[in-house]
């Protein structure tokens, strides 16, 4: 009985405990907030507030304070009151940190949304385990804060509504964990990353993810599994890729996917939704014909977007094709940018016709992923597939093999598995570089069955397994064969790295491609000035069993390791890159003595006898080509598939980054007496190349990239190459017209038949560029003045629109702006529209020569390398080579005695103010 009677006193003494707690709590939330509720007094029972309710036992279950305009803060112990069903304080000012709700087990709705708190507690939220509705919306003061994971712990959550409230980061992946969850509304926050694969297993039939700051990506196929949706919003992100198949979503009737990045055919499948009422698809690039819903559902298509035709109406076949092919890929945004119109030979990026028929795909290092589209055999006049570079998986299409017009195939350094298609012997197929190519392995779609059919979203289940059959004998000895060879391979590569690691040194190793020959792994010192690597680094193994050539020629050969270029350029850093060009990336590098390089990694192909001849000769000459204002080349290396070249470093950057990006870099803007001086330095150097294209058939790309500015500002001309045998000293060039086409001359986009008189025109563009400090092609001007070659044109019938039309940074005086003429009258000449007018590169010299002191160089070394004098004449510079080196026969069959004098006479058609003067 003694012990009943304490109980009973423990008892009641822990109700009144609880209750005075109760009682600290709720004085203390009248205390902080102002003013205070209507009703609310110390003198008055805190269960007799207005807005309060408690149970039997005057513990608070309800606190309704809502649209009071009350402001100040909340107590942070406001989780004692552990009683505490439901909380609501929307619509007030209410400011500070929300106050823990931490463990109110009974707690089934907090409403804290539409007020001014600025930080949210962690673990605030953990042991809400009767939890139904949260609510903190309209909250934008708060610092930002990631959704919680004790969430997964109120397993009863029905409505999530956090829209407005700061939060950052990723959708957690734990909604398969929330089983009541129906309504998510996260709008307007900074949630960025990609739609979980939890929202799969979710309950979730409205969802709000529309107006992030950053936007979502990633792709929206995750929808198609959501079977309970009923509203979707998912508007302002940058979600990617098609719209997946939505059929099995019975109860969707708002759909919202304008302004993100949606690619790919609009299915035929959400068009006979009939639950759908409200469609946007506005501001995507959405592809093929335009959608035509039903009459009942109202469809926004405005903005931008990439349907074939601006009404309904089907495609071309063509087009279909194409984007058949685009979908096996994902349906990748940058097809979606370039493929507009229903004409895919017009204008459309990687594909060539031919009389309206699309003969050439190429789709080389383009970063696509996905499988190789059988629909590529419905192009049937396809001569050429380049999908080489790319990391596409499964296997060749089998029914590539129809293709009757197949010439070349390159398929080359993806991850491709499975058999490969017996070719005609016409047909060039490349596959280096596809290590499971050959062995069968499951994937899911693109080998030799059907493509996913453009409409529907790209899927398929795996292939299924077989029931585990014992392997035969004659598999056994298969097995045991290669597992020996593999053994074999590794002892041998074993000891030769042994070998190699024991006695390499400077100098000369067996070549371990075809095991004679030499191969020098020292950066042999191309001129003076230029070390050597140290032995330290030599000596390390390289571990990639480099595949280096030597080819014979003389002394300019040298030859670099791939180890060496690796470590010299912290393994291609990305925060070495200097530059990006049609032909690869070049790269920072620094030996061990202090020497800069530049390292031009090349893009990757294939290298067959034919095409290593070609390097070889190019090596031959541009080794020994030496010129105060071409860029040197000091070495070179291939491995494998790779080519990379070594030039020297100039450390000023390009002419481009002085020019039009010099606040970008830190620069003062140039002065004209630089851009002439630059201007000469840079005819000099091409002067030059275009006597030597009439023996050699040397050729450059120019353009203000390709001129690269050294310590004293000097220009020297980069990225020149040997060009093959050209009849009539004409001589082909190798140009992308993306990159490069403003500075192309009219007839090289008419003919693709060209004479030096293209470098002509390109320097007049350079000219242009530097008298305006505009760029050749400029898209934020109006049409009328973005091409500059037109518009300058037009500036210089009238000599009084020169000024006006001049750089503003260069402010010139009186004896600048006679200078200025000059080169402007100069830039037009040049860039005559008919080659046969514009002078050669040697007049260019002498028109500029008068207006920049002439420079000498401080070395005489840089003057006269592999004994060649910078005065001779091209044609004693070619005989000086051969009879110090008695090893090339490249010039022999050459004709010298019609080489043309460097300085031409005054070309016709220049104007009389042109005089004899100008031309010495």
């Known amino acids: 009985m003694a012990c009943l009677k304490t109980l009973v006193s423990l008892s009641t003494l822990f109700i009144f405990t609880v209750m005075a707690d109760d009682a600290a709590v709720m004085s203390k939330l009248l205390k902080s907030l102002t003013p205070a509720p209507s009703g609310w007094s110390p003198a008055t029972p805190f269960c007799q507030w207005e807005g309060i309710k408690c149970d039997s036992s005057n513990r608070v279950i309800t606190i309704s304070i809502s649209s009071l305009s009350l402001a100040g803060t909340l107590p942070s112990d406001l989780n004692s009151l552990s009683q505490l069903t439901s909380l609501s304080l929307q619509d007030n000012a209410l400011s500070g940190p929300i106050p823990s709700l931490a463990n109110l087990s009974a707690l089934e709705t907090a409403f804290l949304g539409r007020n001014n708190f600025t930080s949210v507690p962690a673990g605030a939220f953990a042991g809400l385990t009767s939890l139904r509705r949260l609510s903190l919306g309209n909250n934008p003061n708060l610092v930002p804060w990631t959704i919680p994971s004790e969430l997964t712990q109120s397993p009863n959550l029905n409505n999530l509504e956090l829209g407005t409230a700061s939060i950052a980061g990723d959708l957690p992946d734990f909604f398969d964990k929330l089983p009541s969850l129906q309504s998510v509304r996260l709008s307007y926050n900074n949630l960025t990353g990609g739609l979980p694969n939890s929202l799969a297993a979710s309950s979730i039939v409205n969802l709000w993810l529309n107006n992030q700051d950053n936007g979502l990506t990633g792709t929206i196929e995750v929808l198609s599994k959501m079977t309970q949706l009923s509203q979707v919003w998912l508007h302002k992100n940058q979600l990617t890729g098609p719209i997946p198949d939505l059929s099995e979503c019975n109860n969707l009737f708002d759909l919202q996917l304008r302004d993100n990045q949606l690619t790919g055919v609009v299915p035929s499948s959400l068009m006979g939704l009939l639950s759908l009422k409200n469609v946007s698809l506005d501001n995507n690039e959405l592809q093929g014909p335009v959608p035509a819903f039903g009459k009942g559902v109202k469809v926004t298509l405005d903005g931008i977007n990439s349907f074939c035709r601006d009404t309904p109406g089907p495609c071309d076949a063509r087009v279909m094709v194409l984007l058949q092919v685009a979908e096996a890929f994902g349906f990748p945004i940058r097809l979606a940018n370039s493929w507009k119109g229903n004409d895919p030979c017009q204008g459309w990026s990687f594909v060539v016709c031919t009389a309206g028929k699309i003969t050439t795909v190429n789709f080389a290092k383009q970063g696509l992923q996905g499988t190789i589209s059988p629909a590529f055999a419905n192009l049937t006049d396809l001569r050429n597939l380049y999908l080489n570079g790319n990391n596409l998986t499964g296997s060749i299409p089998e029914s590539l093999i129809t293709l009757s017009q197949l010439e070349t195939l390159d398929m080359s350094n993806n991850n491709l598995s499975g058999d490969v298609p017996k070719f005609p012997s016409k047909v060039k197929l490349v596959t280096a570089g596809n290590v499971l190519l050959g062995q069968s392995i499951s994937s899911g779609g693109g080998g030799s069955g059907t493509t996913p059919s453009v409409g529907s979203a790209p899927g398929g289940s795996p292939a299924e397994s077989g029931n585990g059959s014992s392997l035969t004998p004659g598999w056994i000895a298969g097995i045991v064969i290669i597992a020996m060879f593999f053994v074999a391979v590794v002892l041998f590569v074993s000891c030769k790295c042994y070998y190699k690691n024991r006695h390499r040194k400077f100098g000369r190793v067996n070549n371990p491609e075809n095991g004679k020959g030499n191969v020098k792994l020292d950066v042999m010192s191309v001129s003076k000035g230029y070390g050597g690597v140290t032995s330290e680094l030599q000596s390390q193994s390289s571990g990639d069993n480099s595949n280096l050539h030597v080819f014979e020629g003389g002394t300019g050969n040298a030859t670099i390791s791939l180890q060496v270029l690796r470590q010299v350029t912290n393994n291609f850093s990305e925060d070495n890159i200097l530059g990006r060009g049609g032909f690869g990336v070049v790269y920072r590098g620094e030996l061990h003595d202090g020497t800069k390089i530049a390292v031009k990694r090349m893009e990757s192909v294939a290298m067959g006898n034919k095409r290593m001849n070609e390097f070889q000769a190019e090596i031959a000459v541009l080794s020994k080509v030496r010129h105060r204002h071409l860029v040197a080349l000091l070495g070179y290396c291939i491995n494998?598939?790779?080519?990379?070249?070594?030039?020297?470093?100039?450390?000023?950057?390009?002419?481009?980054?002085?020019?039009?990006?010099?606040?970008?870099?830190?620069?003062?803007?140039?002065?004209?007496?630089?851009?002439?001086?630059?201007?000469?330095?840079?005819?000099?150097?091409?002067?030059?190349?275009?006597?030597?294209?009439?023996?050699?058939?040397?050729?450059?790309?120019?353009?203000?990239?390709?001129?690269?500015?050294?310590?004293?500002?000097?220009?020297?001309?980069?990225?020149?190459?040997?060009?093959?045998?050209?009849?009539?000293?004409?001589?082909?060039?190798?140009?992308?017209?993306?990159?490069?086409?403003?500075?192309?001359?009219?007839?090289?986009?008419?003919?693709?038949?060209?004479?030096?008189?293209?470098?002509?025109?390109?320097?007049?563009?350079?000219?242009?560029?530097?008298?305006?400090?505009?760029?050749?092609?400029?898209?934020?001007?109006?049409?009328?003045?973005?091409?500059?070659?037109?518009?300058?044109?037009?500036?210089?019938?009238?000599?009084?629109?020169?000024?006006?039309?001049?750089?503003?940074?260069?402010?010139?005086?009186?004896?600048?702006?006679?200078?200025?003429?000059?080169?402007?009258?100069?830039?037009?000449?040049?860039?005559?529209?008919?080659?046969?007018?514009?002078?050669?590169?040697?007049?260019?010299?002498?028109?500029?020569?008068?207006?920049?002191?002439?420079?000498?160089?401080?070395?005489?070394?840089?003057?006269?390398?592999?004994?060649?004098?910078?005065?001779?004449?091209?044609?004693?510079?070619?005989?000086?080579?051969?009879?110090?080196?008695?090893?090339?026969?490249?010039?022999?069959?050459?004709?010298?005695?019609?080489?043309?004098?460097?300085?031409?006479?005054?070309?016709?058609?220049?104007?009389?103010?042109?005089?004899?003067?100008?031309?010495?």
């Not at 001309?717 to 993306?738: C, I």
């Not at 986009?749 to 400090?773: H, N, P, Q, S």
């Not at 400029?778 to 000599?799: A, G, Q, Y």
């Not at 037009?828 to 002078?839: D, L, N, S």
Request: hydrophobic share 35%.
């Open 640 to 920: 494998g598939n790779e080519r990379l070249l070594v030039y020297e470093y100039m450390p000023q950057g390009t002419l481009t980054q002085h020019l039009f990006e010099w606040r970008e870099h830190g620069c003062s803007p140039l002065t004209w007496k630089q851009r002439v001086a630059i201007a000469l330095d840079v005819a000099r150097g091409v002067e030059y190349l275009h006597s030597l294209a009439q023996q050699s058939f040397i050729h450059r790309d120019l353009k203000p990239s390709n001129i690269l500015l050294g310590d004293d500002m000097r220009a020297k001309v980069a990225d020149f190459g040997l060009v093959k045998n050209a009849p009539d000293g004409k001589y082909s060039v190798e140009t992308r017209l993306a990159g490069t086409f403003g500075y192309l001359a009219p007839e090289y986009a008419a003919t693709g038949r060209v004479t030096t008189k293209v470098d002509v025109y390109a320097f007049g563009v350079v000219l242009m560029e530097l008298i305006t400090g505009r760029r050749a092609l400029d898209d934020t001007v109006p049409d009328e003045r973005s091409h500059l070659v037109t518009w300058f044109r037009r500036v210089l019938i009238n000599k009084e629109n020169i000024p006006k039309a001049i750089d503003q940074t260069l402010n010139p005086d009186e004896e600048t702006m006679e200078s200025i003429y000059k080169v402007a009258e100069l830039a037009g000449h040049c860039t005559a529209r008919e080659p046969y007018p514009r002078p050669d590169m040697g007049h260019a010299v002498n028109v500029l020569s008068p207006l920049v002191e002439q420079w000498k160089p401080t070395n005489h070394e840089e003057e006269d390398t592999y004994g060649i004098n910078l005065q001779m004449s091209l044609p004693q510079a070619l005989q000086r080579w051969q009879a110090n080196e008695g090893t090339s026969t490249m010039f022999n069959d050459m004709s010298f005695s019609q080489t043309q004098s460097s300085i031409a006479s005054k070309p016709s058609g220049f104007a009389d103010s042109f005089d004899s003067m100008d031309c010495r």
